[in-house]
């Protein structure tokens, strides 16, 4: 078993910086507020905000974290924020190293390091599992047609040891 992690993007890294200092500020005065007596609804208002922002701040720091792709000896495994995927090597058509740009989703979860579900993209109508909006990534085609997008930060090693995983399943059938 081997993992390979996600090249992730670190455009979310401002955005947590942002929201850390509103979570701060709101916080201090919901506690300014309550202690200076201000009326309870706008100290509330407050706390509100701070809720929200952390809830948000939270998701930027989990959900890449939670991007991983793992090879076994059957099959790659793509974990995530919502579960795992699994695909059997036996399933893997193609395996190509290729420069990516994802645009328009459809049932997708797209935020500053963690793009998973169905884009359109440079490539076609791609099922994505990466770190990143654009770059390069392994595209793997399945036996179904399906077009999955990955985008690990070892991608030549990961395409190597999924061009020869496959390679010796053909060889044993």
Known sequence: ?????PDLDTTGRPLRAAG???MGAALAYYAYGTAAGLPPARALVALWVFLIVAFFVGL?????ARLRYVLTGEALEIQHFLGTRRILLEN???????PFALGRRSGSAAL???YVGRFQSNLGRVTAYTGRAAGEGL???????E???LAPKRAGLMRTRL????REGVEEA
């Open 1 to 5: 078993m081997e993992t390979f992690d």
């Open 60 to 64: 930027l720091w989990w959900m890449p």
């Open 92 to 98: 893997l058509r193609e395996v190509h190293e290729v």
């Open 112 to 114: 500053p390091g963690y």
């Open 20 to 22: 850390l200092l509103l």
């Open 163 to 166: 061009q020869s995983a496959t």
């Open 139 to 145: 595209l793997l085609t399945l036996h179904t047609g």
């Open 147 to 149: 077009q999955v997008l």
